[in-house]
């Protein structure tokens, strides 16, 4: 199962968050920190979905990135 995250650059490191998943959200000093933060509480937040008998919601949101050449400014 994957699911599109979204990372934004802060004043003081970066934040993450799971569309999919509301409520999910970690900051962290660096990319990798929050990236490492983030799979954790994914983690825990699906083990709690299952142990109040929620489904798992299937993954609908994608990202990519969009490359827009100098005629495009």
Not at 32 to 45: G, N, Q, S, Y
């Amino acid at each position: 199962m994957r699911f599109a995250v979204i990372y934004e650059a802060t004043s003081t490191g970066f934040s993450a968050y799971v569309p999919d998943l509301p409520g999910v959200a970690v900051a962290g000093k660096s990319r990798d920190e929050t990236r490492d933060m983030l799979r954790k509480a994914v983690a825990w937040h699906l083990e709690a979905m299952l142990a109040n008998g929620e489904p798992i919601p299937v993954p609908t949101t994608g990202a990519e990135e969009l490359e827009l050449g100098p005629e495009a400014a």
